[in-house]
């Protein structure tokens, strides 16, 4: 079964210090997103992906974020001067032109800003 | 209020039993509704989405109303590998649509 995966599995960083998380989606898959899940918290919409721009954007996706599909296979996230709080579980989703809404979820990215 | 809420539990049951799930969402404009289940530490994974006239998928039933914005999760014959958080998602439109998902609620198999 396709399946989202996501690089690395887990990220240390220092505040103030740039971080790029990789996404591959599902081949056929034309929508991309990324949430947050901060620990013990709900997860959070951060942004969606279409035809190579932004979509839609959640007040959390600020100046600091920016997405990028280099290529034809990579979905990034990059968060230009990591703080405390962005420390969290990053996961990618993408659906396909069909499904009516179903995302399927990458295993994440657990990002921790020290 | 809260966009999507859930009882956080959590909820401890014997395996065998029968376990019902309640979510209530504010948006009156959400189109597609869904549970999903997590495990400790993993992504999450569509359980079921969930329709109107409602739909079952084996031991698992989902019920939808939307003149009261609730949505329902019924487990019966719960195994110990049910044991998960599962989460209520909300969307507001077809198409790409951010989810909205509530907190989750623990649940707990107990042998």
């Known amino acids: 079964e396709p399946e989202v995966t996501q690089t690395p599995s887990h990220q240390v960083t220092q505040m103030g210090q740039e971080v790029i998380l990789r996404c591959v989606p599902i081949?056929?898959?034309?929508?991309f997103y990324w949430y947050r899940q901060i620990l013990g918290q709900k997860v959070e919409f951060l942004v969606s992906?279409?035809?190579?721009?932004?979509?839609?954007k959640s007040e959390i996706f600020d100046d600091q974020f920016s997405v990028e599909r280099p290529d034809g296979s990579n979905f990034t996230l990059k968060i230009r001067s990591t703080k405390l709080e962005d420390s969290a579980m990053y996961f990618c989703?993408?659906?396909?032109?069909?499904?009516?809404?179903?995302?399927?979820f990458g295993p994440g990215t657990r990002l921790t800003v020290l | 209020r809260k966009e999507v809420e859930q009882d956080p539990g959590p909820f401890n049951v014997p395996e065998g039993a029968t376990v019902a799930f309640n979510c209530t969402y504010s948006?009156?404009?959400?189109?597609?509704f869904f549970w999903y289940r997590q495990d400790c530490r993993k992504e999450p994974k569509l359980l079921m989405s969930?329709?109107?006239s409602g739909n079952e998928d084996g031991r698992f039933t989902a019920q939808l109303n939307r003149a009261s914005q609730y949505i329902s999760l019924l487990i019966r014959d719960s195994k110990l590998s049910d044991s998960a958080t599962y989460l209520c998602?909300?969307?507001?439109?077809?198409?790409?649509?951010?989810?909205?998902f509530g907190t989750g609620t623990r649940l707990t198999i107990i042998p």
């Open positions: 989703a993408s659906k396909d032109l069909t499904s009516t809404d179903t995302q399927y």
């Open positions: 948006n009156s404009a959400s189109q597609s």
């Open positions: 998602v909300v969307a507001a439109n077809f198409g790409n649509e951010k989810l909205t």
């Open positions: 081949s056929n898959h034309l929508y």
């Open positions: 969930v329709y109107s």
């Open positions: 992906f279409y035809n190579n721009e932004i979509s839609e």
